[in-house]
């Protein structure tokens, strides 16, 4: 099946044909009618499947079919960056069916996106914070909303923005499409759709928090003292064109990004600390080939959408099996095969095994000079293949048809993580 089956306007066709897009991926194919007939979706599917053409290209034809008007469509996201990607995806195609869009995030200046705001635009991509500072300053009314996206669902729980969520949904229509999209299916994702949502169609895209395929995992276990020689070994390899190395802490991502410019790599770090401009600095060198790495932390990394990551490196392992299923799908993307290495020290080895009983089996060992013993007893369960996510109970939780309430009912809360949240929007 291609694009041309579609019933998608010829102007948004030719779009598609000049980025060389011609087959709908997985997710996208089975997104479309469905989204196309108006009904509410959640849409579950891998890091780098397509998701924001998936939900973008049928919001984008089904506002083609109406009246212009301001703000008909809002796309929520928990990052700058991925606000931006996602305004980079949408934008050609509204331009191309005469529609305004306009991209709202927080770390730059108003005035822009007041100016914008007034004059009006049919699609806005924005962070909850910078979109909430413009609703408290009435600088925008969502009266004619028809469509309201949810992208990367479950960050935007874990990064504590449901307190903001609820806040901005209290001022947009109850009548309105509302598609979902998450990489994973937390617990809490069943309470969301119920509270935001009227009786959504769920679509699944393989196996729910594990990674593409195309991703091979590599373990080098490793000293605490001896991973940043580590990683100028790995990175001096020859096949390792280009690379995300994430880091747990703004201030060791710094320094590590320091580190590795004295030995003369091309490396730039991007986290919360720094600010916009610094951030979108560094995704636009690390685009062009002026740096071939990136040390970034969670929160930042989180809107990394490019194409053409040969490796993700682990420099410190993740606390969470979420995270590094997220992490490790910033390789692989868009059907490209992709290299996930994790460095993990003898005292990683609770999280290392939370890991591996999430994959539901070990990661392949790299042997190497340096590498140590890592205790096993946290392992066995993975090497037998149980408890991994995405297997048994985890695969049923439907999402629920529930009562919609229009985002005034709080059905749970809590404002954690709240810190996080400010600095990613």
């Given at each position: ?19 060389g897009i011609v087959d709908p991926t997985p997710i ?41 008007g301001p703000s008909r469509m809002l796309v929520l ?312 996510k995405g297997q048994g109970k985890n695969n049923r ?29």
């Amino acid at each position: 099946m291609s694009f041309s089956d579609f019933d998608i306007p010829s102007p948004c066709l030719k779009v598609l044909d000049d980025k060389g897009i011609v087959d709908p991926t997985p997710i996208q194919e089975q997104t479309f009618e469905p989204a196309l007939d108006g009904e509410d979706i959640l849409g579950v599917a891998q890091t780098g499947t397509g998701k924001t053409l998936a939900f973008g290209l049928p919001s984008v034809c089904e506002l083609s079919r109406h009246k212009a008007g301001p703000s008909r469509m809002l796309v929520l996201a928990p990052t700058r960056e991925l606000a931006i990607q996602i305004h980079e995806v949408m934008e050609p195609l509204a331009k191309a069916m005469k529609l305004r869009s306009a991209c709202i995030y927080g770390g730059v200046g108003m005035q822009p996106q007041i100016k914008a705001l007034r004059r009006g635009v049919d699609i806005i991509i924005a962070t909850p914070g910078r979109l909430l500072d413009h609703i408290n300053q009435k600088n925008v009314r969502f009266n004619g909303l028809s469509i309201l996206v949810f992208d990367e669902a479950d960050r935007m729980l874990d990064m504590g923005f449901l307190p903001d969520i609820r806040r901005i949904v209290s001022h947009l229509p109850q009548e309105r499409q509302t598609l979902m999209f998450s990489a994973t299916f937390p617990k809490e994702m069943a309470n969301l759709t119920r509270e935001f949502q009227y009786k959504p169609k769920r679509i699944e895209v393989g196996v729910i928090s594990t990674p593409v395929d195309l991703v091979k995992q590599h373990l080098y276990t490793v000293r605490t003292e001896d991973k940043t020689q580590l990683l100028y070994d790995v990175l001096d390899q020859p096949n390792v064109a280009s690379s995300i190395v994430f880091i747990r802490t703004k201030y060791r991502a710094d320094r590590v990004a320091k580190q590795l410019k004295r030995k003369g790599f091309k490396a730039q770090p991007i986290h919360g600390g720094r600010s916009q401009n610094q951030r979108q600095r560094a995704l636009e060198d690390f685009k062009s080939g002026k740096c071939n790495i990136l040390v970034a932390t969670d929160v930042a990394a989180r809107g990394i959408d490019i194409q053409g990551v040969t490796h993700v490196i682990n420099f410190d392992i993740p606390g969470q099996y979420d995270d590094y299923v997220h992490r490790i799908g910033r390789t692989a993307r868009a059907q490209e095969k992709g290299d996930a290495i994790t460095f993990a020290s003898p005292d990683n080895a609770k999280e290392l095994g939370q890991i591996e009983k999430g994959l539901g089996r070990q990661i392949d060992e790299v042997k190497w000079d340096g590498a140590v013993e890592i205790p096993r007893s946290f392992r066995a369960n993975a090497a037998r293949g149980k408890g991994g996510k995405g297997q048994g109970k985890n695969n049923r939780n439907g999402a629920g048809g529930g009562n919609y309430r229009g985002g005034n009912k709080k059905r749970y809360g809590g404002q954690r993580n709240r810190s996080r949240a400010k600095a990613a929007s």
